[in-house]
């Protein structure tokens, strides 16, 4: 279904995703104040836990994807930047993530957090979530590289500090800026 143009060439839309615990949260709290004050930062966690968590698990993330893209999506009208932050993961989220490529007429930029498993777990247990699930639940969800086919995501890795990858992000927007 083709959906109408959404935010304006000012309007920035950064997506960070990957495995539970890999640093897309501290991320997007990091890249936030270098956006400026009109920057929404939309948590798929806050969706799936918060808003939906009486909802059963089975429709959770379906809903959860039609509510975080049409927050997306006027928040960019509205003229915000957006932060995406989520696992966002293939099975239920890759229409929304194509369609809001395709839909925004502003810099777009899709980073993938591919830290590896051990790492993933090492982070996590520095998270004030850390008591909120174990690294055996962590293995079930697990989902590892999984690239989108219609755009070449930023591939995020252990190696990268914080700063660098935030430095990373402001420089590709503007580098796409109209």
């Known amino acids: 279904m083709l959906k109408a143009a959404v935010g304006s060439a000012d309007t920035r839309l950064v997506v960070l995703r990957g495995d539970s ?6 991320t997007a709290k990091a890249l936030r104040p270098l956006l ?5 930062v939309i948590h798929q966690d806050y969706f799936r836990r918060e808003l939906l968590a009486g909802a059963e698990k089975a429709s959770r993330s379906a809903d959860a994807a039609v509510l975080i893209e049409a927050t997306a999506r006027r928040s960019l009208d509205l003229g ?8 966002f993961n293939l099975r239920d989220y890759r229409e929304l993530l194509e369609q809001l490529w395709h839909d925004h007429v502003g810099a777009t930029r899709i980073y993938q957090f591919d830290v590896g498993f051990d790492e993933t777990v090492r982070r ?3 998270r004030s979530l850390r008591h909120a699930f174990s690294a055996d639940q962590m293995r079930e969800w697990y989902d590892g590289w999984q690239p989108l086919e219609f755009v070449e995501e930023g591939r995020v890795g252990p190696e990268e500090s914080l700063d660098h990858l935030v430095a990373r992000i402001v420089a590709d927007l503007k580098q796409i800026a109209p």
């Open 124 to 126: 996590h247990r520095m």
């Open 80 to 87: 915000y930047d957006v932060i995406l932050d989520g696992v």
């Open 36 to 40: 400026g004050t009109k920057t929404a």
């Open 21 to 26: 615990g890999s640093g897309k949260t501290t």
